[in-house]
T-cell receptor, first 110, second 112 residues
Framework: GQQVMQIPQYQHVQEGEDFTTYCNSS?????IQWYKQRPGGHPVFLIQ?????EVKKQKRLTFQFGEAKKNSSLHITATQTTDVGTYFC??????????FGTGTRLKVLA | DVKVTQSSRYLVKRTGEKVFLECVQD?????MFWYRQDPGLGLRLIYF???????EKGDIPEGYSVSREKKERFSLILESASTNQTSMYLC???????????FGNGTRLTVT
């Protein structure tokens, strides 16, 4: 079946360093969504990418959808302690449902 | 703002018990989902529903069933709880296909 993998599984960075997580799908995706889950919280939607090669920015966060629409990345510039959490990508896994990646847990050291 | 409410934040049940997890959304969303979250495994889809009384199996439906008698309510049922069903359970809803998912706060279920 379809799989969505994320790397790395964990990342520890010093505050101010950059961070990137990568998402790879075994199949072509019509779109991809990104979510953030704070420690003890629930996943919260960040953004959706639809077009091949699309790049979107939210302040220090940059999201990219690959040309082949099988991979995506999230890059955070100059991390802050508020960026701590687990970042998930999710892609359509058939009609109505979304398949989530395994997530990347980010820890920011002050 | 969309609100997805799960009935319990923490739940402790014994092996063999029948367990009901309730989820209610207040935005008239068509789709509702049940995921379980385990360390290192991400979110795995158990069941979803795209309309009242309609349900579809997700990736790990074994040992679970669901009920959607009203549009706003989606229940997850563990027919006979087992220790390997100890997990965080997350309910979500969305307006339609390709729309963002809105999650509830989750129910941490422990089966002893």
């Amino acid at each position: 079946g379809q799989q969505v993998m994320q790397i790395p599984q964990y990342q520890h960075v010093q505050e101010g360093e950059d961070f990137t997580t990568y998402c790879n799908s075994s199949t072509t995706l019509s779109n991809i969504q990104w979510y953030k889950q704070r420690p003890g919280g629930h996943p919260v939607f960040l953004i959706q990418l639809v077009k091949s090669g699309e790049v979107k920015k939210q302040k220090r966060l940059t999201f990219q959808f690959g040309e082949a629409k099988k991979n995506s990345s999230l890059h955070i510039t100059a991390t802050q302690t508020t960026d701590v959490g687990t970042y998930f990508c999710a892609g359509p896994g058939g009609t109505y449902k979304y398949i989530f990646g395994t997530g990347t847990r980010l820890k920011v050291l002050a | 703002d969309v609100k997805v409410t799960q009935s319990s934040r923490y739940l402790v049940k014994r092996t063999g018990e029948k367990v009901f997890l309730e989820c209610v959304q207040d935005m008239d969303h068509e789709n509702m989902f049940w995921y379980r979250q385990d360390p290192g495994l991400g979110l795995r889809l158990i069941y979803f529903s795209y309309d009242v009384k309609m349900k579809e199996k997700g990736d790990i439906p074994e040992g679970y069933s669901v009920s959607r008698e009203k549009k706003e309510r989606f229940s997850l049922i563990l027919e006979s709880a087992s220790t390997n069903q100890t997990s965080m359970y997350l309910c979500a809803s969305s307006v339609n296909y390709n729309s963002p998912l809105h999650f509830g706060n989750g129910t941490r279920l422990t089966v002893t």
